[in-house]
Every structure is written in C-alpha cells, then in structure tokens.
C-alpha cells in the first residue's frame, strides 16, 4: 500500500510540473491601412479548439489591465485577444487626451465597429478559435464596443459590457432580429457618467431588437468600478470598487458557462486528485 501511494503521489507531482504555462504573443494586425498591436494569450496544455473572447480597452487604450483579464480568462481554458482599436504607439498619456481620442470613434461609430471587427477577424481566423463559441468583453470605451459588435450582428454568442456606455447613434441601432449575441451589462449604480434616461434607452433599444439582454447593478459602485487606477473616490465619479470587481467578474464567469459552454468556472489546467488515505 505504502508503494502505490509513493507512486500515486509522484504522479500528481509529475502533473503538476508539467503543466503548461500561459503562451503569450504580441499580434500586428491592419485595418484600412492603419496597423494595430494587439495581445494573444492561451494556455497551450489545452488542446483541440478553445471558446474564443475578445477583449476591447477603455479610453487609455490597450494596458496592462486588459492584458491581465486576458491571461485570466485564458487560464479559464479559452483561446484569447486583446484588440488594439487606437492602433500601433497610439496611447494617450493623459485623460484629457484620452477623451478626445476615445471621443473619435464614439462620434463615428462605422470606423469604431471597422476596428472593432478587424480585432474579431484576428480572433476567428486563429488556428484554436471555435468560431461557434466566440464571445467579447470590454471596459468603459470597450465597453461601449462590445455593445456595437452586438448591434452590428456579429457572430459572438456572447458579450460583457463592463461599466460601458449604453448610447446607440441615429441609424445605427440594434435593429429587430439583428442581434445574434447575448448581452449583458455590468453596471454601477451609481455611475453618473451613464444617466438613467440612457440606461432607460438601452433597455428599450434591445427589448425592441428582440435581443436576449440582462443588466445587473452594483450598489454604491461609479464609473470604472474595475479599474484599481481611478482611485478610491467615488466622489470623482470614477472609482476602484473590489466588491463590484469581484461580482462583476463572477456574473461574467456564469454568463460564460451558459453562452460559451464552459464547464465550470475554470477550465484548462489538471485536477489534482488527492492520493487515498491510508488504510
């Protein structure tokens, strides 16, 4: 007995040292003659095709935030991009420039989604990407983002707005039966940078699309709820909120098992089995 238990804990011991480490690889991609940098990241001892999410930064362009969001979501077992909407060296070094850059495309909604959509494209031609289990999540100007792939009808099962904005422009709504992804928004309820009449519009815009939407607020949570570099004042009206992060992060995770057909809450890295008690 003593010997089958040495052996079975050499064995666990085998797995867990030869398990893989995340693969991560900057991406040049182009778009009407601009080149973007994007961020591809996958955990290569998952085998076979991945679910596949693509990530859309906020205002500050593509960061280390967005970056680590995706090594989570690849240690989940999915296959994983960070877009690059602004393109190549293109990040604001400040928010008032960011608010203008930001402010280009929010204005222009048809060059937003031509980025967008050219980040998708990277995404589904990759070699691990199921392109039935595709889905997009952004973070306030990605979240806005996310929210037009939708609206355009992009083929996603799924996408994750987190604190976005909800405004559509004139003609370029969700139009009935054009919204082929599920949606839901993560939401400060107290984010003043999104007042109630736009969330009220929101509401009606995708109802009246026939869209498969959710919406759930955090209480006492403002704009960038999950951006620890807004600070901790929520009288400034952006602010770091853990708990809104950490619920915020979860509703995703089970939004990702029903439209992605995730298995559990974290996929892609050996179960340690633990050796029998002896007798």
């Not at 222009?108 to 999540?137: F, N, P, Q």
């Not at 498969?212 to 955090?218: E, G, L």
């Not at 009288?235 to 995770?253: E, F, I």
Request: hydrophobic share 45%; glycine share 10%; net charge positive.
């Amino acid at each position: 007995m003593k010997k089958q238990l040495v052996s079975l804990m050499v064995a666990v011991f085998s797995l867990n040292t030869a398990q893989a480490e995340l693969v991560e690889k900057t991406v040049t991609y182009e778009k009407d003659g601009v080149t973007m940098e994007g961020f591809h990241v996958y955990d290569d001892s998952v085998s076979g095709k991945l679910p596949a999410v693509l990530v859309i930064h906020q205002w500050m362009g593509l960061s280390d935030n967005e970056k680590q969001r995706a090594r989570m979501l690849a240690q989940m077992g999915c296959n994983v991009f960070a877009a690059d909407i602004y393109g190549k060296g293109v990040r604001p070094e400040n928010a008032a420039n960011a608010g203008k850059l930001a402010g280009k495309f929010k204005s222009d909604r048809a060059l937003y989604r031509s980025r967008l959509m050219a980040g998708l494209e990277v995404l589904k031609k990759d070699e691990r990407t199921d392109e039935t289990k595709m889905a997009a999540i952004g973070y306030c100007f990605g979240g806005t983002g996310v929210l037009e792939l939708a609206r355009a009808g992009a083929p996603l099962a799924g996408v994750v707005s987190f604190h976005g904005g909800l405004d559509a422009v004139d003609g370029l709504a969700a139009k009935t039966d054009g919204v082929k992804s599920k949606v839901l928004v993560l939401h400060g309820a107290d984010d003043s940078y999104v007042p109630a009449a736009q969330v009220a519009a929101f509401q009606k815009e995708f109802t009246d699309a026939k869209a498969d939407w959710q919406m759930v607020f955090y209480s006492g949570a403002v704009h960038a709820f999950t951006q620890k570099s807004a600070g901790d004042d929520p009288l400034k009206g952006v602010a770091y909120n853990a708990t809104a992060d950490r619920r915020s992060w979860q509703a995703m995770k089970f939004f990702f098992m029903e439209t992605l057909g995730l298995t559990s809450l974290k996929i892609g890295r050996p179960r340690v089995i633990p050796p029998p008690k002896p007798e």
